[in-house]
T-cell receptor, first 118, second 109 residues
Framework: GAVVSQHPSWVICKSGTSVKIECRSLDFQATTMFWYRQFPKQSLMLMATSNEGSKATYEQGVEKDKFLINHASLTLSTLTVTSAHPEDSSFYIC??????????????FGPGTRLTVL | GQNIDQPTEMTATEGAIVQINCTYQTSGFNGLFWYQQHAGEAPTFLSYNVLDGLEEKGRFSSFLSRSKGYSYLLLKELQMKDSASYLCAVKDSNYQLIWGAGTKLIIKP
């Protein structure tokens, strides 16, 4: 159980275009999902916390107008990188917390999306 | 500030035992997680500690001492597939996860 999927697994796009990444919890409900970014050989950096039915909470330094997050259902959150630039090239990972699980608050991670902006 | 410290890299031999340490200074404590991350892949959950003591799960065990701000992940009977980065993360008083930079574990035959 506790499977999280991401789509696409990798994407190459031209500078200035927008890219949407989907994160789905397949066998559980997730009122809270998280979006991370990881540059090569660096640790995970939390970008934002996505709450179902409300606005996302962005970490300091993350532009909310550039990284649009929508969490319209209990099983789906989307991250849209708008007007992508080469410096946005990174590994984007989502995670989800099982709303009905115990108090461990374990996050289950998606497989990640590798974004390359040319 | 909040800080999680882990060794950057460790090397061990197949079949041996290795202990990866994690020390933390955070604003509050609501649990500590260990994750495994293979290169190019997302992290996978290994263990969760919220009370002091040792949690054993197969070949992997995790220990926590809240008074010392210290945890370790113990890997026994090392296999080549255990070569990965091991991430320590602490949930602070705001229930935010603070991540360590990870320890790259290299297993040699």
């Amino acid at each position: 159980g506790a499977v999280v999927s991401q789509h696409p697994s990798w994407v190459i796009c031209k500078s200035g275009t927008s890219v949407k990444i989907e994160c789905r919890s397949l066998d559980f409900q997730a009122t809270t999902m998280f979006w991370y970014r990881q540059f090569p050989k660096q640790s995970l950096m939390l970008m934002a916390t996505s709450n179902e039915g409300s606005k996302a909470t962005y970490e300091q330094g993350v532009e909310k107008d550039k990284f649009l997050i929508n969490h319209a259902s209990l099983t789906l959150s989307t991250l849209t990188v708008t007007s992508a630039h080469p410096e946005d090239s990174s590994f984007y990972i989502c995670s989800a917390r099982d709303s009905l699980a115990g108090d461990s608050d374990t996050q289950y991670f998606g497989p990640g999306t590798r974004l390359t902006v040319l | 500030g909040q800080n999680i410290d882990q060794p950057t890299e460790m090397t061990a031999t197949e079949g041996a035992i290795v202990q990866i340490n994690c020390t933390y200074q955070t604003s509050g404590f609501n649990g500590l997680f260990w994750y495994q991350q293979h290169a190019g892949e997302a992290p996978t959950f290994l263990s969760y500690n919220v009370l002091d003591g040792l949690e054993e799960k197969g070949r992997f065990s995790s220990f926590l001492s809240r008074s010392k701000g210290y945890s370790y992940l113990l890997l026994k009977e090392l296999q080549m597939k255990d070569s990965a980065s091991y991430l320590c993360a602490v949930k602070d008083s705001n229930y935010q996860l603070i991540w360590g930079a990870g320890t790259k574990l290299i297993i040699k035959p």
